[in-house]
């Protein structure tokens, strides 16, 4: 069993920048591609990136050159460094591990980008 823990969410202005992470508790958490999704008001959750065990990383088109996945297997920790922040980021961000039959979420941490 996986229990994720996202934090860092809030509300910044647009162009600023906020850095997301996910603390997972358990064991084996190197072998789990870990993802992010986001949800806005109204509107379906949506893929926004992954990074898998070998690190290789994936971003949705809207995000792309803006946000940054990363990880460190040494505090079970995944991350979604974001740059540039547009209105339109307004919205939850939920964190995701995955592995084969296992796929755990959190809560999801509140992003607002507003003037």
């Known amino acids: 069993q996986v229990q994720l823990v996202e934090s860092g969410g809030g509300l910044v202005q647009p162009g600023g920048s906020l850095r997301l992470s996910c603390a997972a508790s358990?064991?084996?958490?190197?072998?789990?591609?870990m993802r992010w999704y986001r949800q806005a008001p109204g509107k379906q959750r949506e893929f926004v990136a992954l990074i898998d065990s070998g690190r290789n990383t994936n971003y949705a088109e809207p995000v792309k050159g803006r946000f940054t996945i990363s990880r460190d297997n040494t505090k079970n920790t995944a991350y979604l460094q974001m740059n540039s922040l547009k209105p339109e980021d307004t919205a939850v961000y939920y964190c995701?591990?995955?592995?084969?039959?296992?796929?755990?979420w959190g809560q999801g941490t509140q992003v607002t980008v507003s003037s």
């Open positions: 358990g064991s084996f958490f190197s072998i789990y591609t």
């Open positions: 995701n591990a995955y592995w084969v039959n296992d796929d755990y």
